[in-house]
Protein backbone atom coordinates (compact mmCIF):
# COMPACT_ATOMS: atom_id res chain seq x y z
CA UNK A 1 0.00 0.00 0.00
CA UNK A 2 1.01 3.56 -0.86
CA UNK A 3 2.77 5.65 2.01
CA UNK A 4 0.24 8.61 2.78
CA UNK A 5 -1.93 10.38 5.64
CA UNK A 6 -3.92 7.78 7.91
CA UNK A 7 -7.75 8.30 7.60
CA UNK A 8 -9.95 6.36 9.99
CA UNK A 9 -13.11 4.61 7.86
CA UNK A 10 -16.25 4.86 10.13
CA UNK A 11 -19.31 2.81 9.12
CA UNK A 12 -20.29 5.67 6.30
CA UNK A 13 -17.46 5.09 4.37
CA UNK A 14 -17.76 1.40 4.64
CA UNK A 15 -21.46 1.44 2.80
CA UNK A 16 -19.43 3.99 0.18
CA UNK A 17 -16.95 1.39 -0.75
CA UNK A 18 -19.37 -1.44 -0.70
CA UNK A 19 -22.12 0.09 -3.08
CA UNK A 20 -19.90 2.74 -4.92
CA UNK A 21 -15.88 1.56 -4.71
CA UNK A 22 -14.72 3.99 -7.13
CA UNK A 23 -16.47 6.79 -5.93
CA UNK A 24 -14.96 5.33 -2.15
CA UNK A 25 -11.46 5.22 -3.89
CA UNK A 26 -11.62 8.54 -5.04
CA UNK A 27 -12.94 10.07 -2.27
CA UNK A 28 -10.09 8.76 -0.21
CA UNK A 29 -7.59 9.89 -2.97
CA UNK A 30 -8.40 12.77 -2.31
CA UNK A 31 -8.94 13.19 1.28
CA UNK A 32 -4.72 11.66 1.27
CA UNK A 33 -3.76 14.65 -1.60
CA UNK A 34 -3.69 12.17 -4.04
CA UNK A 35 -4.35 13.30 -7.84
CA UNK A 36 -5.99 9.96 -9.29
CA UNK A 37 -5.85 11.39 -12.59
CA UNK A 38 -3.56 8.88 -14.09
CA UNK A 39 -5.06 6.10 -12.20
CA UNK A 40 -8.61 7.08 -13.94
CA UNK A 41 -6.60 7.26 -17.61
CA UNK A 42 -5.13 3.89 -16.89
CA UNK A 43 -8.25 2.58 -16.06
CA UNK A 44 -10.34 3.84 -18.92
CA UNK A 45 -7.43 2.31 -21.66
CA UNK A 46 -7.23 -0.70 -19.89
CA UNK A 47 -10.97 -1.42 -18.93
CA UNK A 48 -11.85 -2.41 -22.36
CA UNK A 49 -8.72 -4.13 -23.18
CA UNK A 50 -9.38 -8.39 -23.77
CA UNK A 51 -6.17 -9.75 -24.05
CA UNK A 52 -2.00 -8.19 -22.93
CA UNK A 53 0.73 -9.38 -24.13
CA UNK A 54 4.31 -9.05 -23.12
CA UNK A 55 6.98 -9.06 -25.02
CA UNK A 56 11.00 -8.09 -24.45
CA UNK A 57 12.28 -5.48 -26.60
CA UNK A 58 13.78 -5.95 -29.63
CA UNK A 59 15.82 -2.81 -30.27
CA UNK A 60 18.75 -4.03 -28.32
CA UNK A 61 17.99 -2.03 -25.41
CA UNK A 62 16.72 -3.20 -22.13
CA UNK A 63 12.76 -2.92 -22.33
CA UNK A 64 9.51 -4.35 -22.93
CA UNK A 65 6.66 -4.18 -24.94
CA UNK A 66 2.86 -3.99 -23.58
CA UNK A 67 0.68 -5.28 -26.82
CA UNK A 68 -3.28 -4.60 -26.29
CA UNK A 69 -5.42 -6.96 -28.47
CA UNK A 70 -2.91 -7.70 -30.57
CA UNK A 71 -3.57 -4.14 -32.04
CA UNK A 72 -1.61 -1.83 -30.29
CA UNK A 73 2.03 -1.68 -28.81
CA UNK A 74 3.12 0.00 -25.97
CA UNK A 75 7.15 0.55 -25.73
CA UNK A 76 8.98 0.81 -22.45
CA UNK A 77 12.61 1.06 -22.13
CA UNK A 78 14.87 0.89 -18.91
CA UNK A 79 16.42 4.36 -17.72
CA UNK A 80 18.35 3.32 -14.93
CA UNK A 81 15.83 1.96 -11.71
CA UNK A 82 12.73 1.93 -13.54
CA UNK A 83 11.23 1.94 -17.06
CA UNK A 84 9.84 4.84 -19.31
CA UNK A 85 7.39 4.92 -21.84
CA UNK A 86 8.63 5.70 -25.34
CA UNK A 87 5.32 5.49 -27.97
CA UNK A 88 3.43 3.40 -29.39
CA UNK A 89 2.62 1.60 -32.84
CA UNK A 90 -0.16 0.12 -34.37
CA UNK A 91 -0.72 -3.04 -36.48
CA UNK A 92 -1.61 -6.57 -36.48
CA UNK A 93 1.05 -8.39 -33.70
CA UNK A 94 1.18 -12.40 -33.05
CA UNK A 95 0.17 -13.89 -29.79
CA UNK A 96 2.45 -13.78 -26.66
CA UNK A 97 3.82 -16.23 -23.91
CA UNK A 98 2.57 -16.45 -21.19
CA UNK A 99 5.31 -18.14 -19.45
CA UNK A 100 7.21 -15.10 -19.74
CA UNK A 101 7.38 -14.58 -15.88
CA UNK A 102 8.02 -18.35 -15.20
CA UNK A 103 11.49 -18.06 -14.36
CA UNK A 104 10.96 -14.07 -12.68
CA UNK A 105 12.02 -14.82 -9.43
CA UNK A 106 9.99 -12.17 -6.71
CA UNK A 107 11.78 -10.60 -3.94
CA UNK A 108 9.50 -10.34 -0.44
CA UNK A 109 9.79 -6.58 -0.32
CA UNK A 110 7.85 -6.53 -3.84
CA UNK A 111 5.18 -8.16 -2.71
CA UNK A 112 1.68 -6.40 -0.54
Known sequence: MAKGKEIKIDWLNKLLFKFWPKMGIRYFANKMGIDDSRARQA?????GVKKIDIFPSGSGYRGFILILD????????????H???????MGEYKKGDVT???TVKTKKEHRY
Open 70 to 81: QKTSLYFYQDGD
Open 100 to 102: LFD
Open 83 to 89: FKYDGYE
Open 43 to 47: HDLFT
